[in-house]
């Protein structure tokens, strides 16, 4: 589903995977049948049109000029008992269209889990193809999903001409709650780590059909880390097994080769070894943003729950070790290069990357994101017990501010100081030459840059251009809603703009609040109360006049009253309905045969 704002799950990779298929030749993302990886075993089920023809069925819904139609699946069983399950499916939309994915799991196909929402993980603007949804900490033999389509209500609704799941078990393996956690800081030697050995990482799964290495190594000298939160399972009773869930789902399911993070903390201050390679290697967490940087992330959720103190002390003690080891300011700022410009903290979180080069998650959650500055300041104390210092400076000077009115997707300047950009084939200097650009020619990204080399076109050529001598366009993205607008105050008009349609209204300030409905693009809303991270307090009216009120993401807000009429738009209300037998369409389940 096409969430405005997807919450971060695992990491954003999916164009590097693009280009992984590109250089492979193959596409490693379905498991069919059941596949036994050493300990882990999974397996994916891919709905049939039969399977699909006879499941319970849909409701259609009128509300105002808006339609929202449900569906639910067949109850799937599955050969073994799993823990954690992924989606992946492809959506058609159209324009004020969404597609909401929801499942839950049964043990017995009697007693069953509430409904989880499956949140998308691609980019928040591509609404269109492919889409994985986060992978989900679940325990079942049987699952069931739920599909709820939105359009105008004589518009088409949009199509999801294929769905399957992936079902793990990563249960087996070491346990690693009787370990150590990280908080034996050694000044020289940096906290205790649970190697990837110890964690039970099947190393079999980074390498392909041929004994290559899916993902290559590459190295980098940190000068930041990026901190993300998981959005796994709270009080989870066996980390291990979720890491290696992680592990399987990065690697095997979405194809990348291995997980993205540099390392993971759990609830009790263990520190896992993520990504494989050791000191410096680059991860793949943040899109444009992977070298340079340490990936960390918190597993669990932290919009609603609170981090533990162990957790941000593990946190702390990798930043200090790796700070101390490369010389960076715990307190400092910078852009990373021309191709990473925002200015961003050298302890940074991932939603501060929002709105660049197509990062669009919200996390670590508010409740971890609030604990940055007083991370900082031990940071900056314990570097300063032991190197007499507040910490070297590694600091870059800040970019220049952002121009207005850019292009809705990164897009990049070649500067090369007057030579050509060589236009190859391949990334990498074996590459063919296509083309060579001048200086001064706008190029637009069409993946994330892979090994430094960033897919893009020119004149109809698509091809690959090294990273240095581009520079961003800066998008016309507003800023985070963190840093926004002194004039949303209580009592304020706003005008919900920017959104790619719709924007969620939500019981609660966080996005694991469910959305109570869908506010449309140049509708207004009154501001209620003081903001919470970004989340405001609002009172919304829809087509039929009936007030709503909840909690909505700052950023499409706008100060001003809306022009239009109130009654042009109409709230969609996203609740449990009932659903009449139907089938779906012939013409989709002809797209899936
Ligand atoms: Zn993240």
Redesign the pocket.
């Known amino acids: 589903m096409f969430r405005i704002l997807p919450k ?1 799950r695992v ?2 990779l999916s164009p590097l995977l693009a280009v992984l298929f590109a250089l492979l030749g193959s596409a490693p993302l379905t498991v069919s049948g059941a596949v036994r990886d050493g300990s882990i075993r999974a397996e994916t089920w891919t709905e049939t049109a039969e399977e699909r023809a006879e499941s319970a069925g849909r409701a259609e819904t009128y509300y105002g000029s808006y339609k929202l139609q449900t569906f639910d699946s067949v109850r799937h069983h599955t050969s073994f008992e799993f823990n954690a399950v992924a989606a992946r499916w492809d959506a058609t939309l159209l324009e004020n269209s969404d597609v909401l994915l929801f499942l839950r799991t049964s043990r017995d196909n009697r007693g069953w889990s509430p409904w989880s929402t499956v949140e998308p993980e691609n980019d928040a603007a591509s609404n269109t193809g492919t889409n994985f949804g986060n992978l989900l900490i679940k325990r079942g033999a049987y699952m069931q999903y739920r599909v709820q389509l939105t359009a105008p209500a004589r518009g088409k609704l949009p199509d999801v001409s294929s769905i399957s799941f992936t079902f793990i078990d990563s249960r087996e393996g070491p346990e690693t709650r009787g370990a150590a956690s990280g908080v034996a800081y050694a000044a020289e030697i940096g906290p205790r780590v649970i190697s990837r050995t110890q964690w039970g990482a099947e190393e079999q799964l980074r390498f392909d059909g041929n004994g290559r290495e899916t993902w290559g190594r590459q190295y980098t000298r940190p000068t930041k880390a ?1 901190i ?2 998981t959005v796994t399972l709270n009080h989870d009773p066996n980390p291990a097994a979720t890491v290696r869930a992680i592990y399987y789902y990065h690697a095997v399911t979405r194809g990348w080769g291995d997980i993205g993070y540099n390392f993971l903390v759990d609830e009790q201050g263990r520190i896992y070894e993520g990504r494989a390679g050791g000191e410096n290697v680059v991860g793949g ?2 899109r444009c943003f992977n070298w340079g940087t340490i990936g960390i ?1 918190a597993l669990g959720e932290y919009n609603s729950a609170r981090p533990s103190l162990a957790m941000i002390r593990a946190i702390e003690d990798i930043l200090v070790w790796k700070f101390r080891a490369n010389k960076i300011n715990p307190y400092g700022h910078g852009v990373l290069g021309s191709y990473a410009s925002r200015d961003i903290p050298n302890i940074a979180a ?1 939603v501060d990357l929002d709105g660049m080069c197509g990062n669009s ?1 919200q ?2 959650g508010k409740n971890l994101y609030s604990q940055f500055p007083s991370i900082r300041r031990n940071v900056a104390r314990r570097l300063a017990g032991v190197t007499g210092t507040a910490g070297p400076v590694v600091d870059r000077p800040a970019p220049s501010a952002p121009a207005r009115g850019g292009v809705k997707e990164p897009s990049y300047t070649v500067r090369t100081g007057g030579l050509g950009l060589s236009l190859r084939s391949k990334p990498g200097m074996n590459g063919q030459i296509i083309a060579v650009l001048g200086d001064g020619i706008v190029v637009q990204e069409i993946t994330s840059p892979i090994d430094g080399w960033v897919k893009s076109v020119y004149q109809g050529k698509t091809g690959y251009l090294w990273h240095e001598y581009l520079l961003e366009r800066r998008a016309a993205v507003p800023p985070p809603a963190r840093r926004a607008p002194g004039r949303l105050r209580p009592g304020a008009s706003a005008v919900i703009r920017g959104t790619p349609g719709a924007l969620n209204l939500r019981q609660g300030p966080g996005m694991e609040s469910p959305v109570v409905a869908k506010m449309w693009e140049g509708l207004g809303v009154t501001i209620t109360g003081p903001a919470q991270s970004g989340w405001y307090p609002v009172v919304y009216t829809d087509g039929s006049g009936k007030e709503l009120t909840g909690w909505t993401w700052g950023k499409y807000l706008k100060p001003g009253a809306s022009r239009g009429r109130q009654a042009a738009g109409t709230a969609m209300l996203a609740g449990t309905l009932g659903i009449p037998a139907w089938n779906w369409r012939r013409r989709r389940r002809d797209q899936m045969t």
Do not use: C, G
Request: proline share 8%.
């Open positions: 971060h990491l954003y990026i993300h939160e967490h943040a992330a991932h998650h996390d670590p």
